[in-house]
């Protein structure tokens, strides 16, 4: 069964800097990958995406903060977060599209900003 493993989470203080990343546990393409967030008491929302052209998209509140990235030969998407603010605490998902309605979720990491 494939699953997608997530590391990088944990605590760091406003304005600190973390790093997500989310492995495939097998060989495989996505066409797109991404992350997700869903802080305390909301909605899950997207944060940023990455295609395998290499095109983004990021949530307005954290353009010029986060960069996503990827690496196509070890199945591996990266999040780098900067500039973290205390309204980026969440939990944050790996999500990876293996084509159109097929997708696969990683189990989701914590992260927290509080000073």
């Known amino acids: 069964q494939l699953q997608l493993v997530e590391s990088g989470g944990g605590l760091v203080q406003p304005g600190g800097s973390l790093r997500l990343s989310c492995a495939a546990s097998?060989?495989?393409?996505?066409?797109?990958m991404g992350w997700y967030r869903q802080p305390p008491g909301k909605q899950r929302e997207l944060v940023a995406r990455?295609?395998?052209?290499?095109?983004?998209y990021y949530l307005d509140s954290v353009k010029g903060r986060f960069t996503i990235s990827r690496d196509n030969a070890k199945n591996t998407v990266y999040l780098q977060m900067d500039s973290l603010k205390p309204e980026d605490t969440a939990v944050y998902y790996c999500?990876?599209?293996?084509?159109?309605?097929?997708?696969?979720w990683g189990q989701g990491t914590q992260v927290t900003v509080s000073s």
């Open positions: 990455v295609a395998s052209g290499g095109s983004t």
């Open positions: 097998r060989t495989i393409f996505f066409y797109v």
């Open positions: 999500n990876g599209v293996r084509s159109v309605g097929s997708d696969y």
